[in-house]
């Protein structure tokens, strides 16, 4: 197959464990560059205009949405993955935090959850879950 060794989360591969697969723009979402903290201004009156102390730029923390199509053998089998595939995301070390590697990019990302949007089923034994996550620090990125 394919969708085999192209995402992990926590080191499981997401097709042979729960029958997913990472769609639509879930990979430009997480390699797209993220915004910028604001630099700190200074708007004092004995100065024209605004001063803006913008030495040392820093990324700001990123959330992106990602996609999920999940694929069962039977209705049963189905629900059973979606069920472990977000008792996955949710329960690593108990603080909702988790890794999601991407072999293809050679980039593990460190996200935290912070929702799910509702079920998408589109056929019995298939459905789309969709989740927004936050990368809390871009530059804990690891580039393999």
């Known amino acids: 197959m394919e969708n085999i060794g192209i995402s992990f989360?926590?080191?499981?591969?997401?097709?042979?464990?729960?029958?997913?697969?990472?769609?639509?723009?879930?990979?430009?979402?997480?390699?797209?560059?993220?915004?910028?903290?604001?630099g700190a201004e200074n708007n004092m009156v004995s100065h024209p205009g605004v001063q803006v102390f913008n030495d040392n730029p820093q990324p700001e923390a990123m959330e992106v949405e990602l996609t999920f199509l999940i694929e069962g053998n039977s209705l049963n089998d189905y629900l059973q993955k979606y069920d472990a595939l977000q008792d996955e995301i949710d329960n690593n070390n108990g603080d909702g935090n988790f890794s999601l590697r991407i072999a293809p990019i050679k980039t593990t990302f460190f996200l935290r959850r912070k929702s799910y949007l509702p079920l998408d089923t589109v056929a019995a034994n298939t459905g789309k879950l969709i989740v927004t996550v936050r990368e809390l620090n871009p530059k804990d990125r690891i580039k393999l």
Do not use: Q, W
């Open 9 to 38: 989360i926590n080191d499981k591969d997401i097709y042979t464990t729960f029958g997913a697969s990472l769609i639509g723009a879930s990979f430009e979402n997480l390699i797209c560059r993220p915004d910028r903290k604001e």
